[in-house]
């Protein structure tokens, strides 16, 4: 059984940093795409960075792109996002999601998901 928990969200003014966990458990199948999406109030959700598990190859979302790293631990249990320079519009709740298989656009729409945690980002 898959389970996904995420931790290291919060509040944080314009400018700072935050650094999301996801301890991941039960991943079984030979490959999956990792990552994280955000969902805000009222808005469509939002793909943020995604690493493919068969080769460590990663990508990011143009909106977030040189302001947010994902990576994972050597033992490849927990998967993180650094997020820098964080913006209001950054707000969301944020998802650590794994789904069989390679990564493609829209791939953490048919994923299984961690709870979420609230990042906030005053101006």
């Known amino acids: 059984q898959e389970h996904l928990e995420e931790s290291g969200g919060g509040s944080v003014q314009a400018g700072g940093s935050l650094r999301l966990s996801c301890v991941t458990s039960g991943l079984t199948k030979n490959s999956y795409c990792l990552g994280w999406f955000r969902q805000a109030p009222g808005k469509d959700s939002e793909g943020v960075a995604r690493?493919?598990?068969?080769?460590?190859?990663?990508a990011v979302a143009d909106s977030v792109k040189g302001r947010f790293t994902i990576s994972r631990d050597g033992a490849r249990t927990t998967l993180y996002l650094q997020m820098d320079n964080l913006r209001p519009e950054d707000t969301a709740t944020y998802y650590c999601a794994a789904a069989p298989g390679t990564c493609y656009n829209g791939w953490y729409r048919v994923s299984f998901r961690g709870q979420g945690t609230q990042v906030t980002v005053s101006s």
């Open positions: 690493l493919y598990s068969g080769d460590g190859l990663s």
